[in-house]
């Protein structure tokens, strides 16, 4: 019902940047809070940043300073810039969106889209 598909992973070097992008399509009535997570091998999915509709973000403290979070609401897409990128970054990133869909708007449901490699070389 909401497809959610990233584009913009790759290979870089530390300290380079890579922006990320996430277009929502689909039978949506409310596209709200989206965010980014990332997985990296053997370690839990851990959350990246989100942002609501009205553009309040939140990181997690190891991205602060180095990643931005943005979005186009009339686009359905969120954005992630990435600087100053550290080996330690390296991890699958997944865009997330919480979102009501026509055929039931009582209920507000995770979205998840099938992720993009980031890789950070030394």
């Known amino acids: 019902q909401v497809q959610l598909v990233e584009s913009g992973g790759g290979l870089v070097q530390a300290g380079g940047s890579l922006r990320l992008s996430c277009t929502a399509s689909?039978?949506?009535?409310?596209?709200?809070?989206m965010g980014w997570y990332r997985q990296a091998p053997e370690k839990q999915r851990e959350l990246v940043a989100t942002?609501?509709?009205?553009?309040?973000?939140n990181y997690a403290d190891s991205v602060k300073g180095r990643f931005t979070i943005s979005r186009d609401n009339a686009k359905n897409t969120v954005y992630l810039q990435m600087n100053s990128l550290k080996p330690e970054d390296t991890a699958v990133y997944y865009c997330a969106a919480r979102a009501v869909v026509t055929s039931n708007l009582k209920v507000m449901t995770d979205y998840w889209g099938q992720g993009t490699q980031v890789t950070v070389s030394s």
């Open positions: 689909g039978s949506i009535f409310s596209l709200n809070t």
């Open positions: 942002i609501t509709r009205l553009g309040f973000t």
